[in-house]
């Protein structure tokens, strides 16, 4: 019982964007057939983030679907203090390229739809994105996860080169 309530508390705290909802239909003999499909993020904006693709007959279903694939691919991301990328990063998937670079405080989040949800329920305050390449939704939140994941911290570049982090700078 006690496990149930945590994962119920756990929940709680996501939060949750749909991205993309689209109805798809299929041709048969008697007419059409419809079925909707959502692509969601997910994320406690403090740096766990997830995107998640879900496809049903229904709306609520098909948004459910991609909520629970969200939070079964939540990643780990890392956040400056000051809310915002540490370093200017390249995420690339198919033909979508995404270039996020930090700002400056007070700045906010200047990016387009897609990649402007990602960051919100990630929990970054000061963040310039751009897209470059195919808008394709899809396309574009993987490439954003990608640059995300990127993201190296000062500890982890000092470690793998043997070093201090005070040797870096």
């Known amino acids: 019982m006690a496990e149930m309530m945590n994962d119920f508390e756990n929940e709680v705290n ?21 079925s909707f499909s959502a692509l969601v993020t997910v994320g406690d904006q403090n740096g766990n983030v997830g995107i998640g693709f879900g496809k049903a007959n229904e709306v609520t279903d098909a948004i459910s679907k991609a909520s629970q694939n969200a939070k079964k691919n939540l990643q780990k991301i890392f956040l400056t203090r000051k809310k915002t990328v540490p370093h200017e990063i390249i995420g690339r998937f198919k033909g979508s390229k995404v270039i996020i670079r930090p700002a400056t405080p007070g700045t906010g989040i200047i990016a387009g739809g897609a990649v402007r949800s990602i960051m919100e329920v990630a929990g970054f305050n000061d963040v310039l994105a ?25 500890k982890n570049v000092a470690s793998r080169r043997g070093k201090k982090m005070t040797d870096l700078f």
């Open 14 to 34: 996501y939060q949750e964007r749909i991205i993309k909802l689209s109805r798809v239909a299929k041709v048969v003999k008697g007419g059409r057939r419809f």
């Open 130 to 154: 751009k897209v470059v390449g195919s808008k394709n939704q899809l396309n574009v939140t993987k490439a954003t996860m990608n640059g995300l994941l990127a993201i190296r911290n000062i």
